[in-house]
């Protein structure tokens, strides 16, 4: 009996189809709606006030990569000519731009760390950097201005993937 469920969500599955009915398309764009909303928190906390911008820079930097697997797998979903597809691109490439950024920022952080600092306490570091620190890094203006890019971009990906599912998940975790 097991094997037929399998068998009957694999055709779902091929079909594009969820067991209540969603396409793959709006499967795909919740998943990146909920993704962006965990990996991503600086685009919802950050745009609707006037914020430090050198106080993001590292988070964004260190939830880039993962961002922009998230984007990726709703755009490679959509369809050409989907009213998200365009938006989705720009914001995989806001995301990937930034993540170019990483290997030096790393390296930065390990040249600059504490002697005998553990792993877990460099990555904090690294997402969550005093901005002094992040001001004295070599790249700072490139990798701020791809922030400052990458949260416009996204910001505008959620609005248009909050219409197009009809659920607001930021909003709903604010008020959590």
């Known amino acids: 009996m097991r094997e037929e469920r399998t068998d009957v969500a694999w055709s779902r599955w091929r079909r594009g189809k969820s067991g209540n009915g969603e396409s793959a398309q709006q499967m795909a764009a919740r998943r990146a709606q909920l993704a962006l909303a965990s990996l991503a928190p600086l685009v919802w906390t950050y745009t609707d006030r006037e914020y430090d911008l050198d106080h993001v820079v590292g988070e964004a930097i260190e939830q880039s990569a ?3 697997k998230a984007v990726e797998e709703l755009f490679t979903a959509l369809e050409p000519d989907h009213p ?4 989705a691109i720009a914001a995989g490439r806001a995301a990937a731009d930034l993540s170019l950024t990483s290997e030096s920022w790393a390296d930065f952080c390990a040249q600059h760390s504490l002697p005998g600092q553990d792993e877990p306490a460099t990555a ?3 997402e969550w950097p005093d901005p002094s620190v992040l ?3 070599p790249r700072y203006e490139v990798a701020r201005a791809r922030t400052q890019g990458a949260i416009e971009v996204l910001a505008e990906l959620q609005s248009r993937l909050t219409q197009y599912t009809g659920h607001n998940v930021p909003a709903a975790w ?3």
């Open 174 to 176: 604010h008020a959590a």
């Open 124 to 126: 904090m570091d690294r």
């Open 84 to 87: 998200l597809h365009t938006t």
């Open 135 to 137: 001001r004295a890094w």
């Open 66 to 68: 993962k961002v922009y």
